[in-house]
């Protein structure tokens, strides 16, 4: 099993931190794991805006150009998108300040997002673990995360929703056709 070796040389300016190359390739790999469902995430969005009521009628209690996003710090991956009447639209991270956002969660760590992203942990967990940074109204934020949780319903299997969620919500379609509804959004956007 290969060590973690984190070396720490004093400069003036600054301290450099020299991480081992295991480090490096499990950080990047988790990076790109959580680009992936944040991809996925923004796409069961949409979908559920359409085809699940308590979606619907959670996102259409916010105003239009409602902007929102999920980040985890520089050079790592982050989701940013406004609300329309259509449902979402994703933002480029090149037009993006995550400090002019009207509500931005901000991951304190790759790992903390990572054990969100990968189900190992909810949303509600993180929080309570101070995972994550928020800013912006938390009454806003609370319907974020219930959006976000009935995503993750759709999105994982049962076995690990009962993990991470505290009570599995009703699903108006079965895993299969959340999946094939989510590629057709893909496709199409």
Not at 86 to 92: A, D, L, N, P, V
Request: hydrophobic share 45%.
């Amino acid at each position: 099993m290969g060590q973690l070796i984190i070396k720490a040389e004093k400069t003036e300016e600054m301290e450099v931190y020299r991480v081992s190359a295991g480090k490096k390739r499990s950080l990047a790999g988790k990076k790109m794991f959580s680009s992936v469902i944040l991809y996925f995430l923004f796409h069961g969005l949409n979908v559920l805006y359409r085809k699940d009521e308590r979606v619907r009628s959670e996102i259409d209690e916010w105003e239009n150009g409602f902007a929102w996003g999920i980040g985890m710090g520089e050079k790592a991956p982050a989701l940013y998108m406004r609300k329309t009447e259509k449902g979402f639209e994703r933002i480029s991270a090149k037009n993006v300040h995550p400090e002019n956002m009207d509500l931005m969660i901000q991951f304190k760590s790759v790992d903390a997002a990572f054990q969100v992203m990968s189900g190992q942990v909810g949303v509600a967990g993180s929080y309570a673990r101070h995972g994550f940074v928020l800013k912006g109204d938390i009454a806003r934020a609370m319907s974020v995360v219930r959006c976000m949780d009935l995503t993750e319903a759709y999105l994982f299997p049962k076995v690990i929703s009962r993990r991470i969620l505290k009570e599995v919500p009703e699903k108006n379609m079965g895993l299969f056709h959340t999946y094939v509804a989510v590629m057709g959004h893909m496709i199409i956007h």
